[in-house]
């Protein structure tokens, strides 16, 4: 089973940059494609980025393209989210979530592993 921990999340202004970071434990990372989702209150749970499990390979939300960058460093049982020109529309608990394949998929359905969430708020 793998155990996601999320971390950085927190209070940024508008404009601003914020980086989460997601540790992963348990069964071989480089097993599983990783993605990030994001849900404001009162919302569905929205598809942020995804990478592939072992090879550069990323999809991203149409509302975050050109402004946030997942990476992974397999090495480490870890994935980031740069995230820039931060807007207080991107306000919600981010989560890191896994799934046991290759490909990263923009389905919260398609992944069975899920992190506590950490929340962003983008406010002046």
């Known amino acids: 089973q793998v155990r996601l921990v999320e971390s950085g999340g927190g209070l940024v202004q508008p404009g601003g940059p914020l980086r989460l970071s997601c540790a992963a434990s348990?069964?071989?990372?480089?097993?599983?494609?990783m993605g990030w989702f994001r849900q404001a209150p009162g919302k569905e749970r929205e598809f942020v980025a995804g990478v592939a499990a072992a090879f550069n390979f990323t999809i991203y939300g149409t509302s975050v393209k050109g402004r946030f960058t997942i990476s992974r460093d397999n090495a480490k049982n870890t994935v980031e989210l740069q995230m820039i020109s931060l807007k207080p529309e991107d306000t919600a608990i981010y989560y890191c979530?896994?799934?046991?394949?290759?490909?990263?998929?923009?389905?919260?359905?398609?992944?069975?592993?899920w992190g506590q969430g950490t929340q962003v708020t983008v406010s002046s």
């Open positions: 979530a896994a799934r046991q394949s290759s490909f990263p998929t923009n389905s919260v359905a398609d992944y069975r592993y």
């Open positions: 348990g069964p071989p990372f480089s097993g599983y494609a």
